[in-house]
């Protein structure tokens, strides 16, 4: 049974910083493309970055820079470093994977979910 397992989430000030962590358990992470998308109350579910098997990672303009994907795969681990946080960016974060043939920003194309994390900015 695949599980994952998102963590790290909490309240920051306006430009602070923010590491959250995406466990997983009954799937290798790196075999896989995870991602990480973000749904603020009242809005869509959006794409904020992603990073496939071959290391390659993609990001949404409105956090490049700001926001890092990466990987442990000894701990099967996907990690996403936020900085310079704004309230915009207040939402909850999940974390998915899938078998994807392509990059996708599409929260269809993910078959794995975890359950979230609260990021709150306060301004």
């Known amino acids: 049974q695949v599980q994952l397992v998102e963590s790290g989430g909490g309240l920051v000030q306006a430009g602070g910083s923010l590491r959250l962590s995406c466990a997983a358990s009954?799937?290798?992470?790196?075999?896989?493309?995870v991602a990480w998308f973000r749904q603020a109350p009242g809005k869509e579910r959006e794409f904020v970055a992603s990073m496939r098997n071959s290391g390659s990672t993609y990001y949404a303009d409105s956090v490049k820079g700001r926001f890092t994907i990466s990987g442990d795969s000894a701990k099967n681990t996907v990690f996403l470093q936020v900085n310079s946080l704004k309230p915009e960016d207040t939402a909850v974060y999940y974390c998915a994977t899938g078998s994807l043939l392509f990059p996708s920003t599409r929260a269809s194309a993910y078959g794995y979910w975890g359950q979230g994390t609260q990021v709150t900015v306060s301004s």
């Open positions: 009954g799937l290798t992470f790196s075999w896989y493309t």
